[in-house]
């Protein structure tokens, strides 16, 4: 609905009231949105593909906010993902579409400043471990039994 509404408001003003022949423009492609976007994701099962198109754009605009305790925080500046390396993927049909000087200011370039490490990198070793059924039994009856805690 909001499609149409947006879709429709933006062309009454630029061409006029919709004549016969200016039906097809003024109502496919806010359809074509909707069933498209109205599709389950299939990268994420519990997501429709418009939500999906949705947060790529805000990535891509603003760069990465962490979610931290269920809630939206401010990113520090170190957390944040520089223009070029979110956009490095897009870049070659960007120049190729707008030519690749303009593409250039639009991506940023080797000029952007690049946000400095908050400090030394983290190497992580993986480690798999396989629990059976008897060692979970054993932590699910222990812990009803620990007494001064409260959870």
């Known amino acids: 609905m909001l499609a149409f509404a947006v879709w429709d408001g933006l062309l009454f003003l630029l061409i006029g009231f919709p004549s016969v022949k200016w039906l097809t423009l003024y109502m496919l492609p806010p359809v074509v949105v909707t069933?498209?976007?109205?599709?389950?994701s299939k990268r994420c099962d519990r997501r429709?593909?418009?939500?999906?198109?949705?947060i790529g754009a805000h990535y891509l605009v603003h760069g990465h906010r962490p979610v931290i305790c269920g809630g939206r925080v401010v990113a520090h500046r170190s957390e944040w993902i520089p223009r070029p390396a979110r956009?490095?993927?897009h870049a070659p049909a960007l120049s190729?579409?707008?030519g690749p000087k303009l593409a250039g200011r639009l991506v940023g370039g080797a000029d952007t400043e690049a946000?400095?490490?908050a400090g030394p990198a983290v190497e992580l070793a993986h480690t798999v471990r396989l629990y059976g059924p008897d060692h979970m039994v054993k932590i699910a009856a222990g812990r009803g039994r620990r007494?001064?805690?409260s959870t």
């Not at 069933?35 to 389950?40: E, K, Y």
């Not at 429709?48 to 949705?54: E, N």
């Open 87 to 89: 956009w490095e993927r």
């Open 147 to 149: 007494k001064g805690r």
């Open 96 to 98: 190729r579409a707008l």
């Open 115 to 117: 946000v400095p490490p």
């Open 35 to 40: 069933v498209l976007g109205a599709q389950p």
């Open 48 to 54: 429709a593909v418009l939500a999906t198109w949705v």
